[in-house]
C-alpha cells in the first residue's frame, strides 16, 4: 500500500498571502489529522477529519482551517499568513477517528517571508 | 500546548551502545506511543504502550511505563548509525469522544560510527 503522501513538499509564500496544503490518506484510511511542528514549540494538533466532518480541533486561531473530501483527501488552509506560521505541516492518517496508531507523511515545508 | 516532556534534550553514543530516552507527562492517558522522526521529515510509529501495561518489547526496543510517576523510557540496543534521528513520545488523550495525540518536545540521537 502506498503511504500518506503530501503536497506540495516546500513552498514560499509572503507575509499576507494564504496556502492550501493537501494530504491523501493510505488506501482505507477515512481519519486524516493534521499537525505543525516548528523548533519552538514542538509538534502540535491542528486537527482531525473523519467523513468529511471535523471531529477534533487543536489551539489554532481561525486562519487555519482544513477540510476533507468524499474520497478522504483532506486539505488544509492557511489565510493571512505570518512569519510564525512557518513550519512543518504534517498529515497523519488511521481508518477510524480517534484511533491510535496514527501513520504520518512526509510533510509539507512552509516558509513564509 | 505539550503533555510529555523528553529527557535527554540531545543524545550522542557510538555504534553499539545502548541509548535510554525519557519522557515525563501531567495527566491521565489512555496510551503512550514513541515516534521516530529522520531530518524533518515525517514520523514513524515505533511501538505503542496502554496505561495498564508496564513493559513492551518490539525487536531492539523496549518501553515501559510507570503511570503512578507519571514517566516512560524508551531503550534502544545495539544502537546502529540508521537509528539517528529525533525521537518523541506521544501520549493518548482520550476526552468529548475524541483522542488526540499530544507530543513531547523530542530526543535528538546521534550514533556514531
Known amino acids: 500500500k502506498a503511504g500518506v503522501t503530501q503536497t506540495p513538499r516546500y513552498l514560499i509564500k509572503t507575509r499576507g498571502q494564504q496556502v492550501t496544503l493537501s494530504c491523501s490518506p493510505i488506501?482505507?484510511?477515512?481519519?486524516v489529522s493534521w499537525y505543525q511542528q516548528t523548533p519552538g514549540q514542538g509538534l502540535q494538533f491542528l486537527f482531525e477529519y473523519f467523513s468529511e466532518t471535523q471531529r477534533n480541533k487543536g489551539n489554532f486561531p481561525g486562519r487555519f482551517s482544513g477540510r476533507q473530501f468524499s474520497n478522504s483527501r483532506s486539505e488544509m488552509n492557511v489565510s493571512t499568513l505570518e512569519l510564525g506560521d512557518s513550519a512543518l505541516y504534517l498529515c497523519a492518517s488511521s481508518q477510524r477517528p480517534s484511533q491510535e496508531t496514527q501513520y504520518f507523511g512526509p510533510g509539507t515545508r512552509l516558509l513564509v517571508l | 500546548s505539550q503533555q510529555g516532556e523528553e529527557d535527554p534534550q540531545a543524545l550522542s553514543i557510538q555504534e553499539g551502545e545502548n541509548a535510554t530516552m525519557n519522557c515525563s507527562y501531567k495527566t491521565s492517558i489512555n496510551n503512550l506511543q514513541w515516534y521516530r522522526q529522520n531530518s524533518g521529515r515525517g514520523l514513524v510509529h515505533l511501538i505503542l504502550?496502554?496505561?495498564?501495561?508496564r513493559e513492551k518489547h518490539s525487536g531492539r526496543l523496549r518501553v515501559t511505563l510507570d503511570t503512578s510517576k507519571k514517566s516512560s523510557s524508551l531503550l534502544i540496543t545495539a544502537s546502529r548509525a540508521a537509528d539517528t534521528a529525533s525521537y518523541f513520545c506521544?501520549?493518548?488523550?482520550?476526552?468529548?469522544?475524541?483522542?488526540?495525540?499530544?507530543f513531547g518536545a523530542g530526543t535528538r540521537l546521534a550514533v556514531h560510527p
Open positions: 506521544a501520549t493518548g488523550e482520550f476526552s468529548g469522544g475524541y483522542n488526540k495525540l499530544i
Open positions: 504502550i496502554r496505561s495498564n501495561e
Open positions: 488506501s482505507g484510511h477515512r481519519s
